[in-house]
């Protein structure tokens, strides 16, 4: 016997552009109706039953058109969820709501998302939300959308229509073609763009009608289940549960649960065994996430699902791990070939490695390959990617080739705590690590230190070369004249180090600095815009330099163009400097430097 589950619905977006307030509106249009049982909340999930998108979509589907049992959207925040719902070939998600605030655009946070959503194949559609506020709207949930639309003042569609294709034209920059949901010719070619406001609830019922139609016409194959025997899911939270002891809130997307069944968890270390005590599932119309809240106890679940299950064998285990639960019946072979499934989750994950490159640990295997994937959209080479908290081992590893591979000590830990020791021996080693639970942050954080670092090498082929920097005589700091003169000054640009000839604009050579004094600190450097007393030999105060007067590295013409030749590699207040010195000498030659 084979029937058809309900799809799985992922809501991603920036935060506060509505990603929660669209279910809070389903949810709270349910309970004012005061109906009995209905829209319920699961583990992490909000269930939308047939008899609810019936009711919704009343006038867009015949009721007899519609084939699924109901919709399920995963109700946990974040793109972290998102990553974590991961299975072989994807996402356990058959389709993604990218929220966007229409009046506001695409963030940071957007744009992370469609960039996951991307990296793991899910089809999606666009919720263009809070079409209420755009300035003059007259909000009108009891038209249909485009009746709505078409009743505002002329001036305001045409803000309307501006604010859907800004939208539709940012969809197109990542490669996709995109649409509002009434012009799209082909669903499977182009992105939907539904207008919304999650606030009066207009357009809710054109996004919900999308997601049906889409759904039940495109992925009927995919919905349908046809082994009763096993049931397949991914872990969302591991946690004690009084009574119950060791207890995994999962989301079904396969087959029937059954209390008694074997459960298989994968491991980082292979696959653990648990018998299944119990499976739980919250009351209706209860906050899941209130400690308060009670669960009942039923004796078999179908996908798609979220239920809280006991299992007391199970050891710490990890939360974005896949499991499969099976039949007590079943025999060794069999489970014998399930766990192999399991085990080949990890052998099997989709990252492509290089020679060199970074490191990067997760939480899951599913960020650890969302993230993977969007490192190599972005051209950062990745080394090694494993699950698991950032340990010693890893910093020996960053850290081995420091001298020839500088590049490759780099660790992103997304979305763990980093210990304290670890810490410190990270620094120590010389080894960086950026950890967030944004993937943008460490992209952005990632790319600035590659490019940083690559400069770094590359200013080493300058070593041999004398540098351009500039200083300034402060007023009120000239401590001796002569023999040698000792002066206050300013880095106006470079970097200041001793045993460097200096000249004045007129291109006099005045003589070497030899030292750097900070107080009663001795400097091998001053920085930009950092002041200190230098000695100059052969420099007499008053015959070519004086308070306010700037000196300049003075330099010959070889080392001028070998400069220029790598000004890519100078900092910008560096290019202006050498700019000045090269302005300076051909006030006599013309051609000089060229």
């Given at each position: 016997?084979?029937?058809?589950?309900?799809?799985?619905?992922s809501?991603?977006?920036?935060?506060?552009?509505?990603?929660?307030?669209?279910?809070?509106?389903?949810?709270?249009?349910?309970?004012?109706?005061?109906?009995?049982?209905?829209?319920?909340?699961?583990?992490?999930a909000?269930?939308?039953?047939?008899?609810?998108?019936?009711?919704?979509?009343?006038?867009?589907?015949?009721?007899?058109?519609?084939?699924?049992?109901?919709l399920?959207?995963?109700?946990?925040p974040?793109?972290?969820?998102?990553?974590?719902?991961?299975?072989?070939?994807?996402?356990?998600?058959d389709?993604?709501?990218?929220?966007?605030?229409?009046?506001?655009?695409?963030?940071?946070?957007?744009?992370?998302?469609?960039?996951?959503?991307k990296?793991?194949?899910?089809?999606?559609?666009?919720?263009?939300?809070?079409?209420?506020?755009?300035?003059?709207?007259?909000?009108?949930?009891e038209?249909?959308?485009?009746e709505?639309?078409?009743?505002?003042?002329?001036?305001?569609?045409?803000?309307?229509?501006?604010?859907?294709?800004?939208?539709?034209?940012?969809?197109?920059?990542?490669?996709?073609?995109?649409?509002?949901?009434?012009?799209?010719?082909?669903?499977?070619?182009?992105?939907a763009?539904?207008?919304?406001?999650?606030?009066?609830?207009?357009?809710?019922?054109?996004?919900?009608?999308?997601?049906?139609?889409?759904?039940?016409?495109?992925?009927?194959?995919?919905?349908?289940?046809?082994?009763?025997?096993i049931?397949?899911?991914?872990?969302?939270?591991?946690?004690?549960?009084?009574?119950?002891?060791?207890?995994?809130?999962?989301?079904?997307?396969?087959?029937?649960?059954?209390?008694?069944?074997?459960?298989?968890?994968?491991?980082?270390?292979?696959?653990?065994?648990?018998?299944?005590?119990?499976?739980?599932?919250?009351?209706?119309?209860?906050?899941?996430?209130?400690?308060?809240?009670?669960?009942?106890?039923?004796?078999?679940?179908?996908?798609?699902?979220?239920?809280?299950?006991?299992?007391?064998?199970?050891?710490?285990?990890?939360?974005?791990?896949?499991?499969?639960?099976?039949?007590?019946?079943?025999s060794?072979?069999?489970?014998?070939?399930?766990?192999?499934?399991?085990?080949k989750?990890?052998?099997?994950?989709?990252?492509?490695?290089?020679?060199?490159?970074?490191?990067?640990?997760?939480?899951?295997?599913?960020?650890?390959?969302?993230?993977?994937?969007?490192?190599?959209?972005?051209?950062?080479?990745?080394?090694?990617?494993?699950?698991?908290?950032?340990?010693?081992?890893?910093?020996?590893?960053?850290?081995?080739?420091?001298?020839?591979?500088?590049?490759?000590?780099?660790?992103?830990?997304?979305?763990?705590?980093?210990?304290?020791?670890?810490?410190?021996?990270?620094?120590?080693?010389g080894?960086?690590?950026?950890?967030?639970?944004?993937?943008?942050?460490?992209?952005?954080?990632?790319?600035?230190?590659?490019?940083?670092?690559?400069?770094?090498?590359?200013?080493?082929?300058?070593?041999?070369?004398?540098?351009?920097?500039?200083?300034?005589?402060?007023?009120?700091?000239?401590?001796?004249?002569?023999?040698?003169?000792?002066?206050?000054?300013?880095?106006?640009?470079?970097?200041?180090?001793?045993?460097?000839?200096?000249?004045?604009?007129?291109?006099?050579?005045?003589?070497?600095?030899?030292?750097?004094?900070?107080?009663d600190?001795?400097?091998?450097?001053?920085?930009?815009?950092?002041?200190?007393?230098?000695?100059?030999?052969?420099?007499?105060?008053?015959?070519?330099?004086?308070?306010?007067?700037?000196?300049?590295?003075?330099?010959?013409?070889?080392?001028?163009?070998?400069?220029?030749?790598?000004?890519?590699?100078?900092?910008?207040?560096?290019?202006?400097?050498?700019?000045?010195?090269?302005?300076?000498?051909?006030?006599?030659?013309s051609?000089?430097?060229?």
């Amino acid at each position: 016997m084979s029937y058809m589950r309900q799809p799985i619905i992922s809501v991603l977006g920036h935060v506060d552009h509505g990603k929660t307030s669209l279910l809070d509106f389903i949810r709270r249009s349910k309970i004012i109706d005061k109906e009995a049982g209905g829209i319920t909340q699961h583990i992490g999930a909000t269930e939308v039953p047939l008899k609810d998108i019936t009711k919704i979509v009343k006038d867009s589907i015949p009721a007899k058109a519609i084939k699924i049992p109901g919709l399920l959207f995963i109700d946990t925040p974040g793109h972290k969820a998102f990553t974590s719902l991961r299975k072989r070939g994807g996402s356990i998600s058959d389709i993604g709501i990218l929220i966007v605030d229409i009046t506001e655009g695409f963030k940071p946070q957007t744009i992370e998302a469609i960039e996951i959503l991307k990296s793991m194949n899910t089809p999606f559609i666009v919720a263009a939300n809070k079409i209420d506020k755009i300035p003059m709207w007259k909000s009108q949930p009891e038209k249909k959308l485009l009746e709505n639309v078409e009743s505002q003042r002329q001036d305001i569609t045409y803000k309307f229509e501006e604010f859907v294709y800004n939208v539709v034209g940012k969809i197109n920059e990542f490669g996709f073609e995109a649409d509002r949901y009434d012009r799209v010719s082909d669903f499977t070619k182009q992105v939907a763009v539904v207008p919304i406001s999650a606030k009066t609830g207009e357009g809710i019922t054109e996004l919900i009608t999308t997601l049906v139609g889409l759904t039940q016409k495109y992925m009927e194959k995919k919905l349908t289940i046809v082994n009763e025997n096993i049931s397949r899911g991914v872990i969302l939270e591991v946690k004690d549960y009084a009574g119950l002891g060791k207890t995994i809130d999962v989301i079904l997307y396969d087959g029937i649960l059954k209390q008694g069944d074997t459960v298989l968890a994968l491991d980082v270390d292979g696959v653990q065994k648990s018998r299944l005590k119990s499976i739980l599932k919250p009351n209706e119309m209860k906050e899941i996430r209130d400690s308060g809240t009670k669960f009942k106890t039923i004796p078999e679940q179908p996908a798609a699902s979220g239920v809280k299950l006991a299992c007391p064998d199970l050891k710490d285990i990890q939360a974005g791990m896949p499991i499969i639960t099976v039949r007590k019946n079943a025999s060794a072979e069999e489970i014998q070939g399930f766990v192999d499934e399991l085990e080949k989750e990890i052998t099997d994950i989709s990252i492509n490695t290089e020679e060199e490159g970074i490191l990067v640990k997760a939480d899951t295997l599913g960020s650890l390959e969302a993230l993977s994937n969007i490192l190599a959209e972005h051209n950062i080479p990745l080394r090694k990617a494993m699950i698991g908290k950032v340990n010693k081992k890893d910093i020996i590893d960053a850290g081995a080739d420091l001298k020839h591979n500088p590049k490759n000590a780099l660790i992103l830990n997304f979305s763990q705590k980093l210990d304290v020791d670890i810490q410190v021996m990270a620094d120590d080693a010389g080894v960086t690590i950026f950890s967030n639970d944004i993937i943008y942050k460490l992209i952005e954080n990632s790319t600035e230190w590659l490019e940083n670092k690559q400069k770094e090498i590359d200013r080493k082929r300058l070593a041999d070369l004398t540098m351009p920097y500039k200083i300034k005589i402060l007023q009120n700091c000239i401590f001796r004249v002569s023999g040698p003169a000792v002066v206050g000054v300013e880095v106006m640009g470079g970097k200041c180090i001793p045993g460097v000839t200096l000249m004045n604009d007129d291109g006099k050579k005045l003589g070497n600095i030899k030292t750097i004094k900070d107080k009663d600190e001795t400097l091998k450097e001053l920085e930009l815009k950092g002041q200190a007393a230098v000695s100059i030999d052969d420099l007499v105060v008053g015959r070519g330099a004086q308070e306010d007067s700037f000196l300049y590295t003075f330099m010959g013409e070889a080392n001028f163009r070998n400069l220029k030749d790598n000004i890519d590699l100078l900092s910008q207040d560096e290019k202006n400097t050498l700019r000045e010195i090269a302005d300076i000498m051909r006030k006599d030659n013309s051609m000089w430097g060229i």
